[in-house]
DNA sequence: CCCAACCGTTTCGGAGCCGATTTAGTCTAA
DNA sequence: TTAGACTAAATCGGCTCCGAAACGGTTGGG
């Protein structure tokens, strides 16, 4: 893939201006970050983990979790071999989102090939 | 540009994580629609029509410019054709600060190609 | 001349997030 | 068995942002 510095910058607007726009639901660039690590690097992911990766407090990934859970994007499971940690887990739902982001990104990218 | 949906989450996920982990300057969603909004697209800009495109309300298009003025990303001048209006204007620390994201997302998405 | 319409800003109460610290539960090694 | 290490979650005060409404300044039509 090649990409020229405003055809970059183009593509980063129209998307950013797409979740801006469809205020639902709307998260914050930390949220993304848990939800993209969580489907697209390999598990476990712990909060301490998460936390370490985005250079975050562990208190942050908490909060984060628990928004993100309420919206049914991401889940909590107790680690059965060791109940001090907590596993994220993906949901239906938060696959749904990602797979509607991706959409928006290849979208906006072939319009911008085209032109 | 042609993008499969992983590619397009993976492209996305780390640029991301980089915004998120060089915490400065931290720009909202919000904030980074209306700088590359005033640097991608023909002017004027104002203040009611930055709302409007990105549908939220006024206060937060002022709020916003308030914040991104400290940072010397943006400006504000008025319209002395008609004083009511508020014209966006570009500064040289924003071309440099979207130059730099360019230049992150280029170098990313190379990363996804070649692997 | 004036008043209605328009502009951006400010005020207001409320909601959410922040990091540091504390708490409670779990594990491990002596 | 027990003390200490380690986990995630809860608490705390402080800070930022939110939209609705109110505000002052500006414009233009009647």
Do not use: C, F
Not at 90 to 115: K, W
Request: proline share 4%; aromatic share 2%.
């Amino acid at each position: 893939m090649e990409l020229k510095p405003l055809e970059a910058l183009k593509l980063w607007h129209d998307v950013v201006l797409d979740t801006v726009r469809r205020d639902v639901p709307d998260l914050s660039a930390r949220q993304l970050a848990i939800l993209l690590t969580v489907y697209l690097e390999s598990p476990p992911h712990t909060v301490r983990g998460l936390a370490a990766k985005l250079k975050v407090s562990k208190p942050a990934i908490t909060r984060a979790l628990d928004t993100m859970g309420q919206k049914d994007l991401l889940k909590r499971k107790r680690d059965e071999t060791d109940k001090r940690n907590v596993l994220v887990q993906r949901t239906v739902n938060g696959s749904v989102y990602l797979s509607e982001l991706a959409d928006t990104i290849i979208a906006r990218a072939q319009e911008h090939s085209s032109s």
